[in-house]
């Protein structure tokens, strides 16, 4: 496993659309370990591919409630209901936050490394989490959702 850089404000890749994973193989279970090592390092809620320079359609969401991590690979997000108001920051935005509103609940249906389909819940913030992640895999950034931007000041 890598600590892989990840990609900063400005860098086109980040406004691109991911493709989807068409291939389940030991090339996939590197991206992945990679992107685990990566967002634990940086203390993240989640990784997209995008974010580490790789246009494909995989994320991990770090479970803040259990400390489990999540991979989700073609994530689609079946359902949304309700609404929540918050703060949101990025990786590949350090010091850049903004409120962004974001579904309270969602139910998501992804592959699992070696291929498998399987759906799961979030709600509160790893609803929010499913969702910021999956924006990126469409090229889309919270800056770009975001009602209003917020300064470090507003952030303590």
Known sequence: M???NI???GDPILNKTCRPVEKFDEKLAILLDDM????????GAGL????VGILRRAIIVVN???DSIIELVNPEILESDGEQDG??????????????????????????RKGNFFEIEGTEFLART???ETDHLNGI????????ILSEDDME
């Open 2 to 4: 890598a600590i892989r």
């Open 7 to 9: 990609v900063q404000d």
């Open 36 to 43: 685990i090592e990566t967002v634990l390092a940086a203390n």
């Open 48 to 51: 997209a591919a995008n974010q």
């Open 64 to 66: 803040i409630e259990d």
């Open 87 to 112: 703060a949101e920051g990025c990786l590949s935005f350090p010091g850049q936050y903004g409120m962004v509103k974001r579904p309270n609940h969602v139910k998501v249906r992804a592959q699992d």
């Open 130 to 132: 499913f969702c910021h």
């Open 141 to 148: 950034v919270f800056k770009q959702r975001a009602s209003r």
